[in-house]
């Protein structure tokens, strides 16, 4: 079972803005930085943001994270038709004492 | 540019010894600041990350696998193995290697992010 939980689905038409939730634990997201990594279908993940809210070079600035407390979020605003993907959190897990990963949430754009 | 790939069987027996290479270029194993690791992903599931070898050549190891992984590096040929012993049917899945990235401002093995991935290789644990 994935540490880190997250909605199995989220979705949203072109131009929408989309959130997607990542819940942990004072043991990882609570006392560590959030990383979400972007799987499009059939391709590997790649890094989309780091430190809570840095974006690697190249990612759109339509992609933002934020975190609180034992939670994060991403935000994909404008949404467009090759953001369907699926989007992964991650962070340190202290009980694990290795990264930790949420379960994905396959975001479908209508 | 910086790359990674990952090569190694596609097919092994339960109770079989897994062994897969990672070649990379773009980047020094040595930088500090810098590891390689691997992340599988068994079919339709999320991601689990398995081992991650650090520029300063400290490893770590997933706990629950640490009795059946080790990882080791070649420096000269820009190459990190990873093995693991006793495969089973469970172990079906696409592993990844990773490169990892210490983020700015933090020390410590826990201070990584994984910036870069190779495309994959499916291993599949059948008899």
């Known amino acids: 079972q994935p540490v880190l939980t997250q909605p199995p689905s989220a979705s949203g038409t072109p131009g929408q803005r989309v959130t997607i939730s990542c819940s942990g634990s004072s043991s990882n997201i609570g006392r560590e930085t959030v990383i979400w990594y972007q799987q499009l279908p059939g391709m590997a993940p790649k890094l989309l943001i780091y430190n809570n809210n840095q974006r690697p070079t190249g990612v759109p600035d339509r992609f933002s994270g934020s975190k609180s407390g034992t939670s994060a979020s991403l935000a994909i605003s404008g949404l467009q038709s090759e953001d369907e993907a699926d989007y992964y959190c991650s962070t340190w897990g202290d009980s694990l004492n290795g990264w930790v990963f949420g379960g994905g949430t396959k975001l479908t754009v209508l | 540019q910086i790359t990674l790939k990952e090569s190694g069987p596609t097919l092994v027996k339960p109770t079989q010894t897994l062994t897969l290479t990672c070649t990379f270029s773009g980047f020094s194993l040595s930088t500090s600041g810098v590891g390689v690791g691997w992340i599988r992903q068994p079919p339709e599931k999320a991601l689990q990350w398995l081992a991650l070898?650090?520029?300063?050549?400290?490893?770590r190891y997933r706990p629950s696998l640490e009795s059946r992984l080790t990882i080791t590096k070649d420096t000269s040929k820009n190459q990190v193995v990873l093995t693991m012993t006793n495969m089973d049917p469970v172990d079906t899945a696409t592993y990844y290697c990773v490169l990892g990235r210490r983020r700015e401002s933090c020390s410590g093995g826990r201070c990584y992010y994984f910036e870069h991935w190779g495309q994959g290789t499916l291993v599949t644990v059948s008899s």
């Open positions: 070898f650090y520029w300063d050549d400290d490893k």
